[in-house]
């Protein structure tokens, strides 16, 4: 043991801090300064592990303590923002302080065991990647995370200079502020640990920035360890609820993370993380269409908790809360692994809580409210099958093929090995991304083959419909004369050329204003019926869009995008030219004009989704247009 450590050691013993009677400081290079069983005798359960007395906790409320208080030397932003000095960026530049006070600091035995910031890279967290090791995050969320955390806490830093008094710049540099800044996010434990304190007068966990307890932060981390973390009136406890064996290092349990956050916290990944997950985030867009459909129909979205009996160690500036109303449309989805919840969900992956709600509302359509996904649904193909749920599965399908694929496409400009240990754990983290992305996409794609009847095992919902479906199902005149206007359009009615061309917006169209004409009233009795389901849809599209034979002479004369009306002209002249060579189609018909193709166009584009390419294919001549008759 080392001087520094021995330091800490009696300092930590001096003021209140316990070790348990068979617990004791150990180094090792690999897993640097922690805590092991002693070679004495075994630890049992419900032991003290170790506690840390409210005194020797470090946090913002030390920064406003007498006689001369670290938070008059703020002053107002010199650049007129009128934002407060956070409790966390408080905390970040008193460490700083206690820091440069080196041996003159209550604190130093502590902070002389920390990560030296002067070694150049103290950490192995993203945020000390040199450029060979940030290849390894290229394409990934994490690399995103890591720029966009570096853009925040250089904000934060240039904030925090601007409001000191005296303009001491430079004892506050940049490289010490991130050291800082990691230290906590790294090491500190939930402001909610001084709760119970007599010392800060029961303070809240919204109160303050999360709190360094020495003693308590050299546990490091595993998924299997269990413990008790006990807040008392006097200190800060961490009980083991379980026996562990003589020599053996003793845990905590930062409660389930996943490879990502373990990465961005703590600079390391864990090898087959049942906790693994891919990230997910719908786009600006989607999130304006979630806040713009809650804000003429309320709802509350759920707020995310720790699974019971585990409390997260994640500090309140590095987690995204989800607290009721919140639309962030953020979320992740994770792989089921070695049978856990087999029983309860067979898909093998879940999504997190309340993200395919925030996700069926995004992709929701006019007559659609309620008939998405609940706050608690966590797998996509749970339940009767509707129109939006069918959407938000194909939309999401999509979103992870193209990450997939371009991780993949990433992995060309990388070394064929990993040469450090940052990089070893940044391609295990790349790994199992790979891994989550192309088995979810792979499932997501399975179950819908078997709704289409692509797998022989499994009978085709009849309601959901491809190009194929829609060039067979019907009666036989209608199908003459639709299969006829494609051909005379188009040039094919073969449904993989026309996919291949990128021409299924204008094919369904026809088909739907041919429809239209079908089931006009005053061609009911001479025409055979459509198939009941087609019938009923029609009925419902007329009910939530309007009738189209009125509707479509005021959309003739309200503007649409280029591109709308482009279309829709294109489809009037197919019909037309239809009409010339077939005086008997029922294309024919004198209300044909663009203002009631318009009107199919959107009633088209609202009814049908994007579905990802069955056959594992990628690109736009791979794309899928599918519509639910429900």
Not at 52 to 73: I, M, R, V, Y
Not at 449 to 466: E, H, I, N, Y
Request: with cysteine.
């Amino acid at each position: 043991m080392d001087d520094k450590v021995k330091h800490f050691q009696t300092w930590f013993l001096r003021h209140g801090g316990f070790f348990g009677e068979h617990v004791e400081l150990h180094y090792r290079p690999l897993r640097g300064l922690h805590l092991r069983v002693s070679l004495e005798s075994n630890l049992k359960p419900a032991s003290c592990i170790v506690s840390c007395p409210h005194p020797l906790s470090l946090s913002s409320f030390n920064a406003g303590e007498h006689p001369d208080p670290f938070t008059n030397q703020f002053g107002h932003d010199a650049a007129g923002d009128p934002s407060p000095l956070s409790s966390l960026n408080l905390l970040r530049f008193f460490l700083i302080e206690q820091y440069q006070l080196g041996t003159q600091s209550f604190w130093w035995p502590y902070i002389h065991t920390l990560p030296d910031p002067s070694a150049g890279s103290p950490f192995d967290t993203p945020m000390y990647y040199d450029d060979d090791d940030k290849k390894w995050l290229q394409g990934t969320s994490l690399g995103h995370s890591t720029t966009m955390i570096d853009r925040t806490w250089r904000g934060e830093h240039a904030q925090g200079l601007r409001r000191l008094r005296h303009g001491n710049f430079d004892r506050y540099p940049w490289e010490i502020y991130k050291w800082a800044a990691t230290v906590i996010a790294s090491r500190s434990f939930p402001a909610g640990a001084l709760t119970s304190s007599r010392r800060y007068n029961g303070t809240s966990e919204q109160d303050g920035s999360p709190v360094l307890l020495p003693g308590l932060d050299l546990l490091n981390h595993s998924p299997a360890a269990r413990v008790t973390w006990q807040w008392t009136e006097d200190a800060c406890n961490i009980l083991s609820d379980q026996q562990l064996s003589i020599g053996t290092e003793v845990f905590n349990n930062y409660a389930p993370k996943s490879n990502e956050e373990l990465m961005m916290g703590y600079g390391f990944s864990l090898f087959r993380n049942a906790s693994d997950h891919c990230n997910l985030a719908l786009g600006a867009m989607a999130v304006g269409n979630i806040k713009d459909v809650l804000g003429q129909q309320p709802a509350t979205l759920p707020t995310q908790h720790a699974p019971q009996g585990v409390e997260p160690s994640t500090t309140k500036a590095d987690q995204v809360i989800d607290s009721p109303r919140s639309i962030t449309g953020v979320g992740w989805v994770r792989l089921i692994h070695n049978g856990i919840d087999q029983k309860e969900n067979k898909s093998g992956y879940l999504f997190s809580p309340g993200f395919l709600e925030q996700a069926s509302i995004a992709f929701s359509n006019a007559r659609e409210h309620g008939r998405g996904f609940s706050s608690t649904d966590t797998t996509l193909f749970a339940g009767p099958a509707t129109r939006n749920k069918l959407h938000t599965a194909c939309a999401i399908a999509m979103m992870l093929q193209k990450h997939y694929v371009d991780l993949t496409a990433s992995n060309l400009h990388l070394p064929r090995w990993p040469h450090n240990q940052r990089q070893f754990h940044a391609a295990r983290y790349r790994r199992g991304q790979l891994h989550i992305l192309r088995a979810v996409t792979g499932s997501i794609v399975a179950s819908l083959r078997c709704l289409l009847g692509l797998d022989p095992s499994w009978p085709r919902d009849k309601r959901l419909l491809r190009l194929e479906h829609i060039l067979k199902a019907g009666p036989k005149e209608f199908l003459i004369d639709f299969r006829a206007v494609l051909h005379i359009g188009f040039g094919t009615r073969n449904a993989e050329k026309i996919r291949q061309r990128m021409l299924l917006d204008s094919a369904f169209t026809l088909w739907l204003c041919g429809l239209c004409f079908w089931t006009a009233p005053d061609s009911l009795s001479e025409r055979a019926a459509l198939p009941m389901r087609t019938a009923d849809w029609i009925t419902s599209v007329h009910q939530s869009y309007g009738d189209e034979s009125e509707i479509g002479k005021r959309w003739a004369k309200i503007p649409a995008s280029e591109e709308g009306r482009s279309l829709a002209e294109s489809c009037y002249y197919i019909i037309k030219a239809a009409a010339a060579k077939n005086p008997r189609s029922i294309y024919s018909d004198p209300k044909a004009d663009v203002g009631r193709l318009l009107w199919c166009l959107r009633v088209i584009r609202e009814e049908t989704f994007m579905c990802p390419d069955l056959e594992g294919r990628v690109g736009d001549e791979t794309d899928e247009i599918m519509l639910f008759l429900d």
